[in-house]
């Protein structure tokens, strides 16, 4: 939570990686997946997932499906062949960012 | 954990309330709240807890709001899906209310129709004459004659003029002449054919205009007399197939021309169009150096840069060096002297681009077309447009109240106003576009009936991409004049007062909305009282005495053809008894028939004071009796008197002109003409008075009776024959057999002399067909406008109807209510539109020296007539809305 002005340009970059490397994924089990993977630490906002989530949509990086699960429904998120690409060229995006940020900051993060 | 049904409705309900609007996010919001609620269950929590704790973390109101239009904005920032989202939106509201969307519909289908063909009409006429190659550099000279107290402008020159232009005047590249015999006689073995476009033409013709030569070489035809060349439909009427080439076709039975070239056939929009064109060398008036008459006209190609003004006084001085010694010569009096005492020849330029719309001189070729038709058609396009858009405008603005609450809605999810207007913008541009479609199929519809009207034969340009290209332009641009101001309107609305159950303004504040169904009405009522006016001139022409009798009375044309049989021919017909006169003269009181100006004096000394210019009249015996004029002095030509072959008989205009108290018995002079049309200062031809024949209408009543005498003599071009009533068919039989058996092989055209009346005031007719076409559509969407706002008055009183007829008002009276606003409105309008009415009539009807002037009833008969289909729209509605049961309209409160 404490990192929020951070995460905030790297939001869609975090969805288009979860879902290239999951075949689909619903609103909720992002956040607990984000939140899994980030040791609870990284908290996404519902404020924050679906405007995002709306905006891939319409711009073509996402589809979504929905199904009746139990006595609701549920929509899922899948990504397309556009938003792989777009993913791609995200994270690379977001190496060179870091990559230039450790250069002016001065630091040495390792990067896998 | 599974949740219970009645816990995810108990959360949905609740989110519901918090707010939750938004559908797209709806369902996956719930989820994942479900979702949470599950999460904290499964560790323990009871239901109400577990929800309680999920909401804190999700977030309160504000956040769901906050998401909502976060959401909205992500999904609808990108253009496409915004510009799908307005178009999905519009569509639905077009089809919700579609009673007002086929109004809107059907008016702007019209008003776009009207605009479509008056935009192919106007550039049509804009379009004549545009074809050659130096139209800007071209003009026609034309000629204002000023003598004996008669202004007259002619279109031709004299025969010398145009080879004196190009050795004079240095700036003018090339002229050339033409000059018009009227219709001929054209055959190529035996039968004749009567052709109008036959010309007399220099070679230069082909410097001066561009008329590319289909067969020949420009540089030789047109040079040898007796040779002509002829137009592409002329070579296949006469000759079919074969090659025209060196053929030989014979003019009015006697002249042999040989066919030395082919040209194409002359573009519609041209101000003339020949399909025979002479060798003017075969012409020997063309030879001749008299300065003083004027026969052909001249045009000329100004070199580029020179100034036409400077050229125009060039070209009158040098009309002067060369007139002046002839007329020192006629007269006895030199120019200056002749202008000192106010008489004047001065030569103008016209810029043959101008001539279509803007010449109407005497000697045109063809009648042309006219400025003013232009300037009315395209008037009355923009009208009815703009009644199309008001009624858009004033329903969008009426039902305002019926938007306002998805106005309020829209702005408290976040919508800027800038989404609304584009929105409301979209709405008007599809409707317009839909109303392009439908415009254009009813313009190609009505297109044959249009044609008539403005007397054209357009078509549609469909291969062009400018016509396509425009009609976009024209949707997007009247949707956007027509949506601009509902779409300000409507978006200004406050959401806070709206919500709150405030009635929006757009029921009550009717201002804007009155004053335009008043100027709807008002143009519908203007064009209403021009209809009436212009039939009631039409009218009182058609009743008016005109000093002879039209009633009964053949002409036949080209009687010249029966030769030395003419008079057997006249003879023979008037045996039979349904006929009761005959008369030969070309001469007769409606226009294109021969005409002739000559100035006469009275006996004696010549000065400008006795001289009387008028209209010689070449008639036989029988002329007063066939055509049922009236003598009110003196006697008529009587072939009991041999001296009556120098007798004269003139108008009452001209007896008063001269300042006769005792007309019989004067005797008046005049030049006798040479064979080849010039004057000898010696020889003159005295005449004596025998009597005077009272006024008649011999041209349009848009003049005034002009001076004229008559003389016996030889004027063979028609002959004339009054008949008894009821026995026209038989007649023509009759003349058409003694015509063929006596001019054989010749054509046989005829017309009556009411018919040919008639025509002098076609273009009266047609403006008022035009007015009563465009009145009618006028009214039809005023009309149409006023029945889908008296729908919707009535729709917003509905609960007051029914609150009245429950405390006992009549039917009456409640019809009475609703159609008393409107009938304020159109009683308005009425009084807007009498002094424009007045105005416009009184314009149109300078150009009339004999005019009836409407009275007052025709005026209050156009305003009854648009306030009774006013009362008749509303009262629709008004029965409709006081008719229905108020059980029904008041159950809901």
Redesign the interface.
């Given at each position: 939570m404490r990192k929020t002005e951070l995460i905030k340009g790297t939001l869609q970059t975090i969805i288009l990686k979860l879902l290239s490397d999951n075949e689909r994924m619903?609103?909720?089990?992002i956040t607990q997946k984000v939140k899994e993977m980030s040791n609870g630490e990284l908290v996404l906002?519902?404020?924050a997932l679906?405007?995002?989530l709306?905006?891939l949509?319409?711009?073509g990086f996402l589809t979504t499906e929905?199904e009746k699960t139990?006595?609701?429904?549920?929509?899922y998120y899948k990504i397309t062949n556009l938003g792989y690409v777009f993913a791609g060229h995200k994270i690379g995006e977001f190496i060179d960012f870091i990559r230039m940020m450790s250069q002016i900051l001065q630091i040495k993060p390792h990067l896998s | 954990m599974e949740l219970k049904k009645s816990q995810i409705e108990y959360m949905i309900a609740d989110l519901h309330r918090r707010g939750l609007v938004y559908q797209p996010l709806e369902e996956e919001l719930i989820d994942h709240v479900c979702s949470m609620v599950e999460v904290r269950m499964e560790d323990g929590m009871r239901f109400m807890e577990a929800y309680r704790s999920a909401l804190t973390l999700f977030g309160d109101e504000r956040e769901i709001q906050n998401l909502q239009q976060q959401s909205l904005y992500n999904t609808y920032s990108t253009r496409f899906a915004m510009i799908n989202n307005y178009l999905k939106i519009s569509i639905r509201n077009l089809k919700k209310h579609a009673f007002y969307s086929i109004i809107n519909v059907v008016g702007l289908s019209i008003g776009l129709a009207c605009v479509i063909l008056i935009t192919l009409y106007v550039l049509d006429e804009l379009n004549y004459d545009r074809h050659h190659d130096k139209a800007d550099r071209i003009y026609r000279i034309a000629n204002h004659i000023r003598f004996g107290g008669n202004d007259s402008w002619y279109a031709v020159c004299p025969a010398p003029l145009a080879d004196a232009l190009m050795s004079e005047i240095p700036e003018i590249e090339v002229a050339n002449r033409f000059r018009s015999w009227g219709d001929f006689l054209v055959k190529k073995d035996v039968e004749n054919f009567n052709e109008e476009g036959v010309i007399w033409a220099d070679p230069e013709v082909f410097n001066v205009f561009t008329i590319p030569l289909l067969k020949g070489n420009p540089e030789k035809v047109l040079k040898d007399p007796n040779t002509l060349i002829i137009s592409e439909s002329g070579a296949r009427k006469y000759f079919g197939d074969t090659d025209p080439m060196n053929q030989t076709l014979i003019l009015n039975n006697s002249m042999n021309y040989k066919v030395t070239g082919v040209f194409q056939d002359m573009p519609v929009n041209s101000h003339f169009h020949f399909d025979f064109m002479l060798a003017m060398e075969g012409l020997d008036e063309s030879k001749n150096q008299v300065w003083l008459s004027n026969n052909f006209q001249t045009y000329f190609v100004l070199n580029e840069n020179a100034d036409p003004g400077r050229v125009e006084s060039k070209i009158n001085e040098l009309f002067v060096n060369h007139a002046g010694p002839q007329i020192q010569q006629i007269m006895g009096k030199t120019y200056e002297e002749l202008e000192n005492e106010g008489a004047k020849a001065e030569l103008f330029l016209q810029p043959l681009l101008d001539i279509h719309l803007n010449s109407d001189l005497i000697v045109e070729f063809e009648p042309n077309g006219d400025i003013k038709y232009v300037y009315i058609f395209s008037a009355i396009a923009l009208f009815i447009l703009i009644l199309a858009m008001v009624n858009f405008m004033n329903l969008s603005t009426a039902r305002s109240a019926d938007r306002s609450k998805e106005v309020g809605i829209r702005k408290v999810l976040g919508s800027l106003r800038i989404y609304l207007i584009r929105q409301f913008l979209t709405e008007s541009i599809l409707i317009t576009t839909i109303s392009i479609i439908v415009a254009v199929l009813l313009a190609i519809l009505f297109l044959p009936y249009f044609n008539n009207l403005a007397q054209k034969s357009i078509s549609f340009p469909f291969s062009n991409p400018v016509f396509w290209i425009s009609l976009i332009l024209y949707a997007v641009l009247i949707g956007f004049l027509a949506g601009i101001y509902p779409a300000f309107f409507l978006s200004s609305f406050k959401p806070v007062s709206i919500l709150k159950g405030k009635r929006s303004r757009g029921a009550k504040s009717s201002l804007v909305r009155s004053i335009l169904v008043i100027f709807q009405f008002a143009i519908s009522i203007m064009l209403l009282i021009g209809t009436a006016a212009v039939y009631n001139q039409l009218n009182f022409i058609q009743n008016k005495k005109l000093g002879f009798n039209k009633e009964q009375v053949i002409i036949i044309d080209d009687a010249y053809v029966l030769d030395n049989q003419i008079n057997s021919f006249k003879e023979e017909i008037l045996s039979d008894p349904r006929m009761r006169s005959g008369t030969i003269s070309g001469y007769l009181p409606v226009s294109n028939s021969s005409r002739s100006n000559t100035t006469f004096w009275t006996k004696g000394e010549r000065t400008m004071e006795n001289s009387v210019n008028m209209q010689k009249w070449i008639v036989d015996h029988d002329y007063l009796e066939t055509m049922g004029m009236e003598m009110i002095e003196g006697r008529f030509f009587s072939s009991e008197f041999p001296s009556d072959s120098n007798a004269v008989v003139l108008n009452e205009r001209a007896a008063g002109l001269f300042g006769f108290e005792e007309p019989v018995g004067q005797e008046i002079q005049t030049f006798r003409f040479q064979p080849d049309n010039s004057i000898d200062e010696q020889e003159l031809e005295t005449y004596h008075v025998i009597g005077v024949v009272r006024n008649f209408h011999f041209e349009s009543l848009r003049e005034n009776i002009g001076s004229l005498c008559m003389n016996l003599g030889q004027s063979t071009s028609k002959i004339s024959f009054k008949f008894n009533a009821s026995s026209t068919a038989a007649v023509i039989d009759l003349i058409e057999k003694k015509w063929k058996d006596l001019a054989v092989g010749q054509p046989l055209q005829y017309s009556f002399l009411d018919q040919d009346f008639g025509k002098m005031y076609a273009a009266e007719k047609r403006i008022g067909l035009v007015f009563t076409s465009f009145a009618i559509l006028a009214v039809i969407i005023a009309g149409m406008g006023l029945f889908a706002l008296a729908a919707f008055m009535a729709e917003q009183r509905t609960k007051e109807i029914g609150v009245r007829k429950v405390m006992g008002a009549s039917m009456g009276s409640i019809v009475f209510l609703l159609s008393r606003d409107f009938s304020k409105l159109v009683i308005l309008a009425f009084f807007v539109s009498i002094p424009l009415a007045w105005y416009g009539i009184r314009v149109w009807l300078q150009g009339f020296a004999y005019k009836d002037v409407p009275g007052l009833y025709v005026y209050l008969a156009a305003g009854l007539a648009a306030l009774f289909i006013a009362l008749i729209t509303v009262s629709y509605q008004s029965i409709r809305a006081a008719s229905t049961n108020p059980a029904n309209s008041l159950r809901d409160e």
């Open positions: 619903y609103g909720y089990e906002t519902e404020g679906y405007p995002t709306h905006k949509v319409a711009e929905t139990g006595k609701r429904i549920r929509k | -």
